[in-house]
């Protein structure tokens, strides 16, 4: 069979491109990078696949993962297919719950959008340190049942967890407003020195050292007025 | 492969005949040059075995400029290629154009054809064509053609041949000429008013004298091809008589002209410049547009576009009749052999621009609202070379905005038809549609 266009076989050729194509492409370009950030972020404080949960640490990592991501150009969409992508686990070889709560927290308080809404509630896996240093002005609401430090350093947004949450919720929150539809584990709002934590359901422990804010549980205020030590 | 001296040589008869025989004015512009476009593609048609039409007022010059290319390029002399020449008139006869018996030989039983010398010379004219009645017209449609002479049981074919027809425009004794012949025209040229000047340089010529005539040789020449033998034959006799021509030529005149391996040397060289892709790119637009039907497939003399069709804005929506398959052939060729006469690599777009109005002016069947829209503009040419030009400038541009996305489409239609499953490219040209028609069609 002849073919009519031989003399056009050397011809540099592009593919037709439907518009879906290009967003397609971008949003996996934007994705490896995000994914990038997390494994250079694991290879950075990892050491031997163990994460210690300290102060200095955490802030450290928190910092790393600020500067990596301040050069993407993501959106909430993004942030919530990581989550999915880290609880797939096919291309990100190990999930460690603790920095890829910070990561993901960075990515939220560096994004564009004011209101940040993931959908978690199909993970198997849970992810801590979500909502870490939320700042002012920005609202994060995540659904689903989430692990330990939500809203740890919470710094002026306000977190609404729809769904249970872990122990040490609120952990060191300075201001802002954490809403918990479920329960919350033990621990809740320890260190904390300012804003409020709303819980609708029960609280298995707060804090042994909560230096201000207020807690409610079901619009009840339990810190300051707190009397019992356990739910 | 040629050395330029073969070029130098086609260069040098145009510049002879332009500054000693036929004068006129530059009307075209190819790459810098100038050129009268009668001369120049009756240089071409000689060059290329081709055929062309020559229109224009009486004693414009139409046959002579003819005549005087088929005389240097094919080493004739001029009152041979006056005695082939075939003049068109309600009474011309299949025995005075093509061939009659040798009544002589009748008499004794045996059916001999005594061939025409228009038959048998290379250089063929037909002056006044469009005077022949629409019914004799197509007694020389093969010959025109294929170069095959037919005649009682006798056929000779034409290795090497072109052909040259003059139509005066339309009077009370002209006729129309009949779509088929017409189409066989590579080009279409006019032979114009040299201008008041060059008229009146003209006008102090000796009308008798020229020096592309010889009586001594023109008697040789008519005396091979009266010979009762075998026509290759006689064929070679006359080559070698060519040969001695040219050789008379150079030694009195210093005009050099071309021989038969000359010729096909520049013919080979001329066939083997390849289109570019701009070129090639853009001549399958121009197809495209002339070809095209969004309704019935393709287009039919006898069909009409619709009210309403998306494809107003293009040529197919102004033209009645669908371009043959000679057109491309034409355009592929002249332009080789301009390409070739400007001593390019390749032909190149401004190649196909050059010859495109004259390849196609002749072939396109224009709708009348389209004519009359166009005829009253102010302009140079004749109304069809004239829309022919007008037609060529408006595919380009379009041509142009897009010729990325084109070239590009049909890339992608090689691949996809190599069996990578690529999608066709699509946009808003008859060229689209029909690469991806092809691909369907062949999926």
């Known amino acids: ?231 | 492969m040629e050395d330029g001296n073969s070029r130098q040589k086609v260069r040098d008869i145009y510049g002879f005949i332009q500054d000693n025989l036929y004068l006129n004015r530059p009307d075209m512009r190819v790459a810098e040059e100038s050129f009268n476009s009668a001369l120049l593609f009756s240089l071409l048609t000689a060059l290329n075995r081709g055929k062309e039409l020559i229109i224009g007022e009486p004693g414009l010059g139409k046959t002579t400029s003819a005549e005087y290319i088929g005389a240097m390029t094919y080493r004739l002399p001029l009152g041979l290629i006056w005695a082939g020449e075939v003049s068109g008139h309600p009474e011309q006869t299949e025995e005075k154009i093509i061939g009659r018996p040798d009544l002589g030989r009748l008499n004794r039983g045996e059916e001999v054809v005594i061939w025409s010398y228009l038959a048998q010379l290379p250089i063929k004219i037909v002056d006044e064509i469009n005077r022949l009645p629409e019914t004799k017209q197509s007694m020389i449609l093969d010959g025109v053609d294929r170069g095959k002479w037919e005649y009682l049981n006798d056929v000779i074919i034409n290795e090497e041949y072109c052909l040259f027809a003059t139509a005066n425009y339309q009077d009370r004794g002209t006729n129309t000429l009949i779509a088929p012949l017409i189409d066989r025209f590579d080009v279409i040229v006019e032979s114009r008013h040299p201008g008041t000047n060059m008229a009146f340089m003209i006008g102090m010529k000796d009308r008798y004298e020229n020096v592309l005539r010889s009586a001594v040789f023109e008697r040789r020449f008519q005396e091979i091809l009266l010979q009762r033998r075998d026509y290759h034959e006689k064929m070679r006799g006359l080559e070698e008589l060519c040969d001695r021509f040219g050789d008379h030529m150079e030694k009195e005149f210093h005009v050099r002209m071309l021989s038969q391996a000359e010729r096909k040397e520049i013919r080979d060289c001329m066939q083997e410049l390849p289109l570019d892709a701009d070129a090639n790119a853009f001549l399958r637009t121009v197809i495209a547009e002339l070809s095209f039907c969004h309704k019935y497939g393709q287009k039919r003399s006898d069909e009409h576009c619709e009210e309403g069709c998306h494809y107003t804005g293009f040529l197919c929506h102004h033209t009645k009749n669908c371009i043959s398959n000679r057109f491309p052939i034409s355009v592929r060729t002249y332009s080789q052999s301009l390409a070739w006469l400007l001593g390019d690599e390749a032909v190149g777009i401004d190649h196909i621009k050059a010859v495109l109005p004259y390849a196609l002016a002749h072939r396109v069947q224009w709708k009348d609202d389209y004519i009359s829209q166009k005829q009253a503009s102010n302009r140079r040419d004749p109304l069809q070379i004239y829309m022919g030009k007008e037609m060529v400038n408006e595919v380009y541009r379009r041509y142009n905005e897009q010729s990325h996305h084109i070239k590009n489409a049909l890339a992608v239609a090689y691949q996809t038809l190599s069996g990578k499953g690529l999608e066709p490219i699509e946009g808003d040209h008859p060229i689209y549609a029909e690469i991806k028609r092809d691909l369907e069609e062949v999926r």
């Open chain 1, 1 to 231: 069979m002849i073919n009519p266009f031989e003399d056009f076989k050397e011809y540099p050729y592009k593919k037709k491109e439907i518009p879906l194509d290009r967003i397609v492409r971008a949003k996996e370009r934007v994705m490896d990078q995000i994914i990038e950030g997390y494994l250079k972020l694991v290879e950075e404080e990892v050491k031997e696949l163990v994460w210690l949960v300290e102060h200095n640490r955490i802030l450290k990592a928190y910092s790393s993962a600020l500067q990596t991501i301040q050069k993407f150009d993501y959106d909430v969409d993004d942030i919530e297919e990581l989550c999915l992508e880290l609880d797939k686990g096919g291309r990100i070889p190990y999930l460690i719950s603790g920095p890829s709560g910070i990561y993901i927290s960075a990515l939220c308080n560096n994004a564009k959008e004011q209101e940040i809404h993931l959908r978690l509630y199909e993970l198997k896996r849970t992810f801590h340190f979500l909502g870490y240093r939320l700042p002012e002005g920005k609202t994060l609401i995540l659904e689903g049942d989430l692990g330990d430090f939500i809203g740890a350093g919470l710094s002026g947004g306000k977190l609404i967890a729809k769904g249970s949450t872990g122990n040490w919720a609120g952990a060191g929150m300075m201001d802002g407003e954490l809403c918990i539809t479920e329960h919350a584990g033990q621990n809740m709002g320890e260190w904390m020195s300012g804003g409020e934590i709303h819980v609708d359901g029960q609280i298995r422990g707060i804090g042994k050292t909560i230096r201000g804010g207020r807690i409610y549980q079901r619009d009840k205020l339990i810190f300051p007025n707190y009397l019992t030590s356990r739910y």
